[in-house]
């Protein structure tokens, strides 16, 4: 018998991708030094010490603005500014790979910017409803009241 033959199938199969990052837990501004796993269905964050921090799903991932040379992700939806930053190419690209959610390119992050969106919703503030008011060809907001809120502007003032 050969040594390949007398060992199982899954001792054999190399182990999956991880290496070092940075996580931030999103309650304080404290950089983590982490150890990132790969595994089938998302990533597992341990402290240097092996605690299990987190636990993120490739389908919740999403690509932050990082420098080149960095990926940084966050967690889709997610309220507490939680994020990792993998500056290691290898375990950025098994992870770029098997996320399927994620932009290489950032195309799609850029196009939103571009167009005055971001990425998760936000509260809309009075500038972004006068602009997509007068986006919409309706004129000045204050035009929509009707034509008689002028009349009844000057019957205030005695005309």
Known sequence: MTLATDMPAAATAPPPPSGAALYFDGTCSARNDVVVETTAAGLQIFSSDRHLLDEWLYAELRRQAAPDGVLRLGRHGET????????DAALAS????????????????????????DLEPRRRGVADLHRDHRRAGAGHPRDAAGP???RAKARRRGR
């Not at 390119?105 to 167009?115: I, Y």
């Open 80 to 87: 507490m500014l939680a994020r990792l930053e993998i500056r």
């Open 94 to 117: 098994a992870i770029e790979d098997r996320a399927v959610t994620l932009d290489r390119g950032g195309a799609a992050e850029r196009r939103l910017r571009r167009q005055g969106r």
């Open 148 to 150: 008689d809120r002028g």
